[in-house]
C-alpha cells in the first residue's frame, strides 16, 4: 500500500486540483490518502469536511486531520506518518498535480530498487519547464551567502552552482543528496530505522535533515525522472513575508548546523543571524518601493 500525505495551509483551490488528480490517476493502485490541515482559513477544512463524506466507507481511504493551529509542516507530516498503514509513504505538497501513472511508476521504482530509501520525480511548472529540485548538503559556504542575501548578487559562483545542482542533468535517473520536499517517497522500513522528521524544523531543512540521516544509515537518494508530476511551485510558502521567511529559514538552517557540523563551524551561523533579519528587512522594504528585474530573481527562493 502506498500512504499520501498531503498537509496543507491555505491553498484550497491547488489542494482540490492535487487531491482529485490523485483519484483520477491512481486507478489500479492500492493507497491511503492523509490530509492535515495547519488551520487554514480559506475555505479548506470545510472542502474537506464535505470532501471526506463521499469517501466514509469505500476506496480509496481517506483520513482528515484538523489542527487547531499551524503546527509546521514536519509536525503535520509525522501526525499523517502516524496514521499512514503503507509500506510506502509519499509526502505530496497540495500544490502538485499528478500526470498518468506517475505514482505508479515510482511505486514500481521503489520495490525494484530495494536500497533506495528516499525516492523524488521529475517536477515541472505551469509553463512545462522542469524545475531545480535537486540540491547537494548545505555547506557553510552556501549559507553563508544566503544568510547574507550573497546570493542575489553572485548567483553563479561556484559555491552555489554546486549547492543548488545548476548543471544538474534533470533527464538522467541518479543518486543524489536531496530531492525536493514536494514530491518525496520513502519507505515504513527507513522511518522505522531512522525514526521521523525532526519536529524543531517548523520549516523548511527538514527533508535535508531526513535525507541526510537515511544516507547516514546506508540508504540511497534518488531522483527517477521516469515520473513527472505538476508543482505550482512552493504556494503555502509564497504567503510568508520576507522577513518571517528569513527568520524561519535562518533557525532552521542553524538547528540543522547544530546537528551535523562541528561546533566551531555551527557557530557562525547564529552569529550572522541577526544580520541575515535586518538585511531581509531593508530588502523586504526596497523590493515593495522599487521592484527591478531583481524581484524576479529574489521570489525563485
Not at 131 to 154: A, D, E, H, T
Not at 163 to 180: G, H, S
Not at 215 to 241: C, M, T
Request: glycine share 4%; aromatic share 14%.
Amino acid at each position: 500500500m502506498l500512504s499520501i500525505i498531503i498537509v496543507n495551509w491555505n491553498v484550497k483551490p491547488l489542494l482540490e486540483r492535487c487531491l482529485f488528480s490523485i483519484l483520477k490517476n491512481a486507478q489500479g493502485l492500492d493507497y491511503e490518502i492523509i490530509v492535515i490541515d495547519n488551520a487554514s482559513v480559506d475555505g479548506s477544512r470545510e472542502f474537506l469536511s464535505n470532501f471526506l463524506s463521499q469517501f466514509k466507507s469505500g476506496k480509496p481511504e481517506i483520513k482528515i486531520i484538523l489542527n487547531d493551529r499551524n503546527r509546521g509542516f514536519a509536525r503535520a507530516n509525522n501526525q499523517g506518518f502516524n496514521q499512514s498503514r503503507g509500506e510506502f509513504i509519499l509526502l505530496l505538497n497540495p500544490d502538485t498535480e499528478i500526470y498518468g501513472d506517475a505514482l505508479q511508476k515510482m511505486v514500481t521504482f521503489m520495490r525494484d530498487n530495494k536500497d533506495c530509501g528516499v525516492a523524488g520525480c521529475q517536477l515541472v511548472g505551469i509553463d512545462n519547464k522542469i524545475q531545480l529540485s535537486v540540491r547537494k548538503f548545505p555547506s557553510l559556504g552556501s549559507q553563508v551567502m544566503i544568510f547574507l542575501k550573497l546570493r542575489y548578487l553572485f548567483p553563479h559562483v561556484k559555491i552555489l552552482r554546486d549547492y543548488f545542482q545548476y548543471d544538474f542533468d534533470y533527464r538522467q535517473l541518479a543518486e543524489v543528496d536531496q530531492v525536493m520536499g514536494a514530491f518525496f517517497m520513502t519507505r515504513r522500513e527507513v522511518l522505522d530505522q531512522v525514526g521521523l522528521l525532526d519536529e524543531l524544523f517548523f520549516l523548511w531543512f527538514e527533508e535535508v535533515d531526513f535525507c541526510k540521516r537515511v544516507k547516514d544509515a546506508g540508504w540511497k537518494v534518488i531522483y527517477n525522472p521516469e515520473s513527472r508530476v505538476l508543482h505550482h511551485d512552493s504556494q503555502s510558502f509564497a504567503q510568508l513575508l520576507s522577513f518571517r521567511k528569513q527568520r524561519i529559514y535562518g533557525r532552521s538552517a542553524i538547528h540543522y548546523f547544530k546537528k551535523h557540523f562541528p561546533y566551531r563551524i555551527y557557530l557562525i551561523l547564529p552569529l550572522l543571524y541577526p544580520l541575515s533579519l535586518l538585511l531581509a528587512y531593508f530588502s523586504q522594504i526596497f523590493f515593495r518601493f522599487f521592484p527591478t528585474k531583481y524581484e524576479v530573481v529574489k521570489k525563485r527562493r
